[in-house]
T-cell receptor
């Protein structure tokens, strides 16, 4: 089936430093790439997304880049703060397993810890 | 502002028992889905629905049933629970499909099967 690989699985940074999480995907027809943040005991929440007709998108301290040729995309968080500590998931729109509507396939997640 | 509400939050079952995880949304979303979250495996799609009366299988549908009789509700049924179904289950909804816009997740239901 379609695959989304996410690295690293854990990441620790000092407060104020930048954090980068990378994902690769296998479905060349994928055209939507969201990133979700999951705080402890909560459901995931969308923080930023990008579509295949755009190479980069930024929202304050968060940015996402997409390289369609290489089939990888990355999340960049600058000036990290303790409240950025959470699990982050990338996802890519992929062909449904039953051949119907496209669905989201998620990466395995990155536990980000921002050290004070 | 309820959003997506899941019940129960915690449940312990014995192998072979059946149960239903409830999911309700008040945003009039046509698309609803169920995911399971296991350590190191991200979120995997179990079943989804694009509207009342329409359901389809996701990546890991075996052992689970769903129905969609109303726009608001999308229950997930475990007919005969197995230890492999120990997981955290998330319901999510969207105004478009999963691959076009934001998914709104519930807070999860943690299920343990002994």
């Amino acid at each position: 089936g379609e695959n989304v690989e996410q690295h690293p699985s854990t990441l620790s940074v000092q407060e104020g430093d930048s954090a980068v999480i990378k994902c690769t995907y296998s479905d060349s027809a994928s055209n939507y790439f969201p990133w979700y943040k999951q705080e402890l005991g909560k459901g995931p929440q969308l923080i930023i997304d990008i579509r295949s007709n755009v190479g980069e998108k930024k929202d304050q301290r968060i940015a996402v880049t997409l390289n369609k040729t290489a089939k990888h995309f990355s999340l960049h968080i600058t000036e990290t703060q303790p409240e950025d500590s959470a699990v982050y998931f990338c996802a890519a729109s992929t062909r449904g397993s039953s051949g119907s509507a496209r669905q989201l396939t998620f990466g395995s997640g990155t536990q980000l810890t921002v050290l004070p | 502002n309820a959003g997506v509400t899941q019940t129960p939050k915690f449940q312990v079952l014995k192998t072979g028992q059946s149960m239903t995880l409830q999911c309700a949304q008040d945003m009039n979303h046509e698309y609803m889905s169920w995911y399971r979250q296991d350590p190191g495996m991200g979120l995997r799609l179990i079943h989804y629905s694009v509207g009342a009366g329409i359901t389809d299988q996701g990546e890991v549908p075996n052992g689970y049933n769903v129905s969609r009789s109303t726009t608001e509700d999308f229950p997930l049924r475990l007919l005969s629970a197995a230890p492999s179904q120990t997981s955290v289950y998330f319901c999510a909804s969207s105004s478009g499909g999963a691959s076009t816009g934001e998914l709104f997740f519930g807070e999860g239901s943690r299920l343990t099967v002994l």
